[in-house]
């Protein structure tokens, strides 16, 4: 298998967890954003040490600065991702953070040199019209959270463009440790500040598999970006939306409609030619 097969099979398998953490949160109930937060990166932090510690590796790390870079940027876009949830409807939000793999291909080429390819356009865009199609926006917000929305997918865009940079120079467990890590230090004095709520049972258990699902999903990004190029594997985190809609199937009943049917196969056939795109150049080079 070549490298750039195993990174796109890496990024399903990424887009899958991370669809099952996103059905974790639903089952968490009305807890603070914060503390999802806090849960969502803590197993990710203790899992990471532990692998850093037992290697002997130092958890300076050799690129302690974009370490923290790349941590940092994608902190905000969870933040900014959430403050688009709460003031906009949950598909409107949903479209804009959906805009990053359009801001991960420029990023890609003005950072790490990687090219355009002709292709790769109308696959992208074939891509959001099918996001569009899948969550059937309303479109009735003011101008500061759609703001906050596209800076979440920008944010989130040059997280995982710095994560290709990083592949160079650090491990994936210490990528996703300086990530979870100083995003956990951060949620803390939000929590002690009054952004905590004592979980009951079942939102525990929930917080605790948002958790371990988001660890899996990091772990397995982060290796995606190590066997192929960001712009490359942008389109197939599109796969996160398409599992999140057979989850909603099985666990709720959520039976998508002919639109949203519609959106599936736009993104599939935007998936397929980026795919075509880049296996062209393989075979050329």
């Not at 940027?73 to 709460?86: K, N, P, Q, R, S």
């Not at 803390?188 to 939102?203: C, H, K, R």
């Not at 899996?216 to 809609?245: K, P």
């Amino acid at each position: 298998m070549t490298d750039r097969n195993k990174g796109i099979l890496y990024m399903i398998a990424s887009s899958l967890f991370f669809a099952l953490m996103a059905g974790a949160v639903k089952f968490s109930g009305n807890i603070p954003t914060m503390e999802k937060v806090f849960f969502r990166n803590i197993v990710g932090f203790v899992v990471s040490g532990y692998m850093i510690f037992k290697s002997g590796e130092s958890f300076r790390g050799n690129n302690p600065k974009y370490l923290s870079y790349r941590a940092i940027l994608g902190f905000l876009g969870v933040v900014f991702y959430f403050y688009a949830i709460a003031n906009l409807p949950l598909a409107d939000a949903v479209v804009l953070n959906q805009l990053n793999p359009f801001f991960i291909i420029i990023l890609a080429a003005m950072f790490l040199g990687e090219k355009i390819k002709k292709l790769q356009i109308p696959a992208i865009i074939l891509a959001l019209i099918g996001v569009v199609f899948i969550a059937q926006p309303q479109f009735n917000y003011t101008i500061l959270p759609a703001v906050v929305g596209i800076l979440s997918s920008i944010f989130a865009a040059s997280a995982y463009t710095m994560i290709r940079h990083l592949r160079l120079t650090d491990t994936p467990h210490m990528i996703v440790f300086y990530f979870t890590g100083i995003s956990t230090i951060i949620t803390i004095p939000f929590m002690v500040l009054g952004d905590f709520v004592m979980p009951d049972t079942v939102s525990f258990i929930s917080l605790l598999a948002v958790g371990v699902f988001s660890t899996f999903a990091q772990y397995l990004m982060t290796h995606a970006y190590r066997y192929a190029e960001a712009g490359d594997l942008s389109i197939y985190s599109y796969g996160n939306t398409i599992f999140s809609i057979f989850i909603g199937i099985i666990l709720w009943r959520e039976i998508p409609n002919l639109l949203s049917t519609l959106g599936v196969l736009c993104i599939l056939t935007g998936a397929y030619l980026n795919y075509r795109a880049r296996k062209h150049v393989v075979h050329v080079q």
